[in-house]
């Protein structure tokens, strides 16, 4: 298999897709070209995004639909549940907690942070929200090697700083700013301000 880091981001975010796909096929087995009509591309590129994995399918068979979604499951990953600690908890972080679809997903949150004195002790969906200065024994505690940032703009380097300092790998940023971090240290961010400002070049009269 190819090293993760080699492998394109949008090859990534199709792989998500195909297993959606996957996970809603009835069938025994699924054909590259019915992947690529309910994933809005062509049947080479699934097979070329594939390829990245490994070989996979029988010429005039398709794919066997459960060992391919088992094995990309495996090896994005994606198999086994992961633990995510979430740091802030605003309306944005409050939102995110309540999101049902990490679970679903077999994201699980495991605690919540935020340097709010009228926040700490209170409860956020059965979580106890936690002063800021108890991550790096949670983290350490759980094992956690992803993380959310849910914090102003102004505070979210220092708080990337002391989560890759605990051991975090993996870094979902929803502030507004680049962050800087390690090479070994992976970070997405959604920028929400961004995306509207989007959307409002293509609705302009």
Known sequence: MAEHKQIPDPTLLRMCRYLRILERHDDATISSAAIAEVAGVNAAQVRKDLSFFGEFGQPGVGYHTKELLASLKRMMGLDEEMEVVVVGAGALGSALINYPGFDNRGFRIVAVFDNNPAKVGHRLRGYEIM?????????????????????????????????????????????????????????????????LETLAYYVRD
């Open 131 to 195: 002063a800021f200065d108890r991550l790096k024994d949670t983290i350490a505690e759980h094992n956690v090697s992803l993380a959310i940032i849910a914090v102003p703009r102004t505070a979210a380097q220092a708080v990337a700083d002391a989560l890759i300092e605990a051991g975090v790998k993996g870094i979902l940023n929803f502030a507004p700013v680049t962050l800087k971090v390690p090479d070994d240290v992976v970070v997405r961010s959604v920028d929400l301000t961004l995306q």
